[in-house]
């Protein structure tokens, strides 16, 4: 058994790493809450943009001025995917999951012999696919909390315009908040453009001054608008499971805290108990000399 000594400095140690998790969980749970609401407030425009753009792709009148970024290519070779992880750990399973389900993506495509790069927002993924799998279209990292369109306006452009030349004929990104306890990864097409499955007639758009200068604008705009709902529900997803993972810290150290206390305890009256043995068998032997 251990002394008193290590135990007592194990404890120490131990309270001191417990403070520590419960700081971040607390702070973890301030930004998560700033985290929903910003996702819970954005999340009904980005479906409309989804929902308008998905018209827009049935509507035969813009097949000419966009046909090229509306229209499912022939023959897919190669796939953008946008992925989007957290530039910090301590965040229990949330960077691993991604991490996995973007790799398990990524092998099926390519048995079905596709290309794939990966666009990286955020250290974690950037990481991974240099050690493991270095298919790096273009990095971002140490974005804010709260993005905004200034922020994202390159991982845009640049998925775009790569689309738009040819080198991507379908691009690709992952979102996966879900609720508090609960983030699972989804993948989600960008481009082309899905056309809506609905059987009603979608909307007479009136384009003015022609349909290819105001669709540019607004396809730039919608898909800009998903790629930033992607990064806010990202966003709430990490501080969710690492509110999630610093209080099971917090709570595993105070267990470790009684089970140290409790050995602790034991060791010091075991070493009471050695003492009095010591000093009663001192004495009887003084009485039988």
Do not use: C
């Not at 290519?73 to 530039?87: E, F, H, Q, S, Y």
């Not at 990286?120 to 993924?125: C, E, S």
């Not at 998925?159 to 992952?174: A, R």
């Amino acid at each position: 058994m251990a002394s008193t000594r290590e135990i007592r400095r194990r404890i120490r140690a131990v309270k001191n790493i417990s403070q520590v998790t419960k700081a971040m969980e607390a702070v973890s749970a301030a930004k998560m809450r700033k985290a929903q609401q910003q996702v819970l407030s954005t999340r009904p425009y980005a479906q409309a943009a989804q929902e308008v753009l998905s018209y827009i792709a049935r509507l035969t009148s813009v097949e000419d001025a966009l046909g090229h970024l509306l229209k499912p290519r022939p023959v897919v070779k190669r796939v953008g995917l946008l992925l989007v992880t957290a530039d910090r750990g301590l965040a229990g399973g949330f960077n691993a999951n991604i991490i996995r389900r973007t790799a398990a993506y990524m092998r099926e495509r390519r048995q079905g012999g596709v290309e794939i790069e990966v666009v990286t927002v955020g250290r974690k993924g950037r990481d991974w696919l240099l050690r493991y799998d270095p298919v790096i279209r273009a990095e971002f990292t140490a974005l804010p909390d709260a993005p905004t369109s200034n922020d994202i306006g390159p991982i845009t452009r640049i998925l775009i315009d790569d689309f738009t030349s040819g080198h991507f004929d379908e691009v690709f990104v992952y979102t996966d908040f879900v609720n508090t306890l609960r983030q699972v990864p989804t993948v989600q097409q960008l481009l082309p453009v899905v056309p809506s499955e609905s059987k009603s007639t979608p909307p007479d758009y009136i384009f003015e001054p022609s349909p290819g200068a105001v669709l540019q604008q607004v396809l730039f705009g919608f898909t800009e608008a998903l790629i930033l709902q992607s990064l806010y529900e990202s966003i709430a997803s990490e501080h969710s499971a690492r509110m999630v993972a610093m209080r099971n810290a917090t709570d595993a150290a105070n267990e470790l805290v009684d089970t140290l206390t409790l050995t602790y305890n034991k060791a010091r009256q075991e070493g009471i108990t050695n003492e009095l043995m010591d000093i009663i068998g001192g004495s009887a032997a003084a009485e039988t000399a």
